[in-house]
């Protein structure tokens, strides 16, 4: 995007008859080597990051025999997820569920606070691009060297440097993509069967697959991933307002811009920006902070950093360039005294909804049980009618033992006058039908309801299953329909 | 909506032309990545329709086709299935509902048997419908046990089979063996001993009937015999309903309901496995 000299900025606009091209071709971007506050918030969170993703797969957590002692596990073999001491049955999924709602309120939250912090800081695609250039960085040296570089005719040292890239490249890409499969099963097992050749053909896919996806986004694709692909930048704008803090030039205070030179008093009317273009180099998406809020910028701040640097050299005030709000800005240009407003409907909202669905969450997780019980009644037949006239309903209790031990559940039936409850397998004593769960796993006992048809009444009725374990607590009741023949 | 193509102040970009509300749309061209990878898309799809069957009338070049991927899947499924089924054929029926793994199996191979067999008369969960017993209650016809259960499975009712269970109710109004006033009579009886309103008077007259005519199948108390397929009538169950009109049309015309044999029909395991399924409906004895 080229930048306008002040004189076709004040320009009126004028009528362009021919329509550009369609298509054009990706302007590749030098990022330069930067220092400061962000870029130093921005290495501690790339480390953070990293480290979470390489080794969260090798951290173990004790379960107990006969469970995976994998802290961080999703076993879709066995339908089972582990987070540290959370375990998480298929029939469970709403806690991700709940996860990614959280996440999502909480991008929300920040962005209306902070603008596109997720995007400078933190996503994967921001995280192993940085990664990239910096080994990019290492090898072929910063901006300069890059562009004299590309612009070189092959030769044995350019055919080497770009050899050794690429090959840092893949390398770092393999590992990326070869954690990801560590989180499905025993990460030392998974290791060692793949370097074995053991592996599934699925494994060396999906290890592959990352691998490629690493390589091309972080490696090729990089700003074009955020200002063509991704579309949370698209609707980001919806969580904007003129309060929320972005990366902002202070065009009130740099323009009009111009070159300093030594020993010459600048214009009267010459702003603060010396036009020097550090903030545009050192841009990862290649933009010109100066041209305003746009959709390219991702939030890194870097620029925020560089002509803080340059304002230094200069004798001038930092923070020409910052984090800073439209609002804050308007103020400020008029020479009135501004302030930052975090607190707005918006962001209380989207903290109260925060606050909620955690608060819902931590409860759910605290009131989570090790037994669940699910009664279904059989449909085929409705009910059956007994030679002596009575009537009978089948039922199919599922008893999900979560714990890690064998348990004894006995199954008693309430709410109807004189009914018996049988098992179809076995018999009841004393009206209570025991079940042993096996550990780990889903126990099912089909039952028989049977009453006189007389105390239906022609009408359907409720009947109560409670379940108990061997110290007689109740761990679970469910209603139930008993279904008879219409009088 | 179609202005002039201005340039944009601030970017000094051109603009297509096009406003909406106020805004205008600049004229950014789209990446050419794009535009290269519409076209591998189309790529892919040549090469797709090369090898895989797209156009109507022409294999690809793969050869594949979804009717084998589904018998080779189903090969793969019954061959997985097959030590199960193989040790379910070997065992006697009482050993295979011992073994908790096998009597899972069975029942749930016997269920999908089950429906794609006898559902049709039976219904599913053996519901039964008018004519066609309920397998699911305490009643039986010609018995509740395994081994009755398998033996009609496998021989069948008045059917084509030497094996098969076989009785005949005498068409008693139909073919004149009593007048309509004693089987008016009969059928106050019947109704007596399942202790329905009936007319005393002429029940008490059709008890003496009934010991002559009925009773020899029926027993005397209506409890019926099993060995005949009679059905007790002292009971709640009715397989052709138990109101007077229904039981005059039993007795005048008779009942004689037919199944087929599935011996020949059904291989040895899965008569085995519906055996068990039907026995655990509810009404096994
Ligand atoms: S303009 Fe500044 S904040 Fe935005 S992406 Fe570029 S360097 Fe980062
Ligand atoms: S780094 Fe600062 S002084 Fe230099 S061009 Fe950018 S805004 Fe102006």
């Known amino acids: 995007m080229k930048a306008l000299s002040p004189q076709e900025r004040a320009a009126p606009p004028t009528n362009v008859s021919a329509p550009g091209p369609l298509y054009a071709s990706r302007v590749k971007v030098y990022p330069k080597r930067v220092a400061g506050t962000w870029r130093r918030v921005k290495w501690v969170i790339l480390t953070v990051c990293l480290t979470v993703y390489y080794g969260g797969a090798w951290l173990r957590w004790d379960r107990g025999p006969g469970a995976p002692d994998q802290a961080l596990l999703i076993d879709m073999s066995a339908g089972r997820a582990y987070f540290f001491n959370i375990e998480i049955w298929p029939q469970e999924v709403y806690y991700i569920t709940g996860l990614l709602v959280l996440a999502a309120v909480g991008l929300f939250f920040v962005t209306s606070l902070f603008g596109r912090v997720w995007c400078g800081y933190v996503c994967p695609q921001t995280v192993w691009t940085d990664l990239f250039m910096l080994v990019e960085r290492w090898i072929q040296g910063d901006r300069s060297a890059r562009i004299r570089l590309d612009k070189a005719p092959w030769n044995a040292r350019k055919i080497a440097l770009k050899t050794a890239t690429h090959a840092a490249w893949l390398l770092i890409a393999a590992a990326t993509g070869g954690a990801w499969v560590l989180y499905f099963d025993d990460a030392p097992t998974v290791a060692r069967q793949f370097f074995a050749g053991e592996s599934t053909t699925g494994v060396y896919f999906f290890v592959g697959l990352f691998t490629t996806t690493t390589y091309l986004l972080a490696g090729w694709a990089r700003e074009q991933v955020c200002t063509y692909m991704c579309p949370w930048p698209r609707f980001q704008a919806a969580m904007l307002d003129e309060h929320s803090a972005a990366v902002t030039y202070r065009a009130w205070r740099g323009e009009v811009r111009g070159p300093i030179r030594k020993n010459v008093e600048p214009a009267p009317g010459t702003g603060d920006c010396i036009d020097c273009k550090a903030c545009v180099y050192v841009c990862p998406t290649g933009i010109d902070i100066r041209d305003g809020l746009q959709m390219s910028c991702i939030g890194c701040g870097l620029c925020i950093d560089a002509c803080n640097e340059i304002m230094g050299k200069v004798d001038r005030a930092p923070n020409l360039i910052a984090w800073t709000s439209i609002a804050y800005e308007a103020e400020r240009a008029q020479g009135r005294p501004a302030r930052y407003r975090f607190v707005r409907p918006r962001t209380i909202l989207y903290a109260a909804l925060l606050t909620l669905v955690a608060a819902v969450m931590v409860v759910a997780l605290a009131l989570r049980t090790t037994v669940e019980v699910n009664v279904l009644r059989d449909r085929m037949p409705q009910f059956v009618l007994l030679a002596d006239g009575a009537v009978r309903n089948g039922y199919t209790v599922k008893i999900l033992n979560k714990a890690r031990q064998p348990r004894s559940f006995r199954i008693q039936a309430t709410g109807l006058a004189d009914l018996v409850m049988s098992p179809a397998e076995g018999e009841a004593s004393d009206g209570v039908v025991t079940v042993l769960a096996k550990p780990d796993s889903i126990e099912t006992v089909a039952l028989f309801v049977k009453v006189r048809r007389t105390v239906l009444d022609g009408a359907n009725k409720t009947v109560t299953f409670r379940v108990l374990d061997t110290e007689g607590r109740v761990v679970a009741r469910r209603d139930t329909v008993f279904v008879g023949p219409a009088r | ?285």
């Not at chain 2, 600049?26 to 069957?53: E, G, K, M, N, R």
């Not at chain 2, 084998?68 to 054929?89: C, F």
């Not at chain 2, 004519?131 to 699911?136: R, V």
């Not at chain 2, 068409?171 to 009579?185: E, H, N, Y």
Request: include cysteine; aromatic fraction near 8%; charge should be negative.
């Open chain 2, 1 to 285: 909506m179609a202005a002039d193509r201005e340039r944009d102040i601030v970017t000094g970009k051109s603009t297509t032309g096009h406003e909406w509300d106020g805004i205008r749309e600049l004229d950014t061209p789209l990446p050419s990545w794009w535009l290269y990878t519409f076209y591998a898309s189309i790529l892919f799809a040549v090469i797709w329709c090369v090898l895989y069957p797209a156009i109507p009338g022409i294999d690809g070049l793969l050869g594949h086709t979804n009717r084998r991927d589904l018998a080779e899947t189903v090969k793969a499924a019954t061959d997985a299935q097959a030590p199960m089924v193989d040790r379910i054929r070997a065992l006697p029926i009482e050993e295979v509902r011992k073994d908790p793994k096998l009597l899972a199996f069975a029942r749930t191979g016997g269920r999908a048997a089950f429906n794609n067999n006898c559902a049709a008369c039976h219904q599913v969960g053996g519901a039964g419908a008018r004519g066609f017993p309920n397998l699911a209650d305490d009643d039986w016809l010609w018995g509740g046990t395994l081994a009755d259960i398998e033996q009609t499975i496998r021989y069948g009712i008045r059917s084509e089979h030497d094996k098969a269970r076989m009785s005949l109710m005498p068409r008693f109004g139909a073919d004149g063996m009593l007048t309509p006033a004693q089987i008016d009579d009969v059928v106050e009886h019947v109704l007596a001993l399942s202790r329905q309103p009936h007319d005393q008077a002429k029940a008490a007259r059709g008890a003496a009937v009934f010991a002559e005519q009925c009773a020899a199948c029926h027993q005397k108390d209506g409890s019926g015999n099993r060995e005949l397929g009679a059905p007790a009538l002292n009971d709640q169950i009715w397989l052709y309903g138990g109101t007077r009109g229904a039981i005059r049309d039993s007795v005048f015309n008779a009942r004689g309901g037919v199944m087929p044999n599935w011996e020949g029909r059904l291989d040895e395991a899965t008569i085995k496995m519906l055996t068990i399924y039907v026995h655990g409906l509810g009404g096994g004895k």
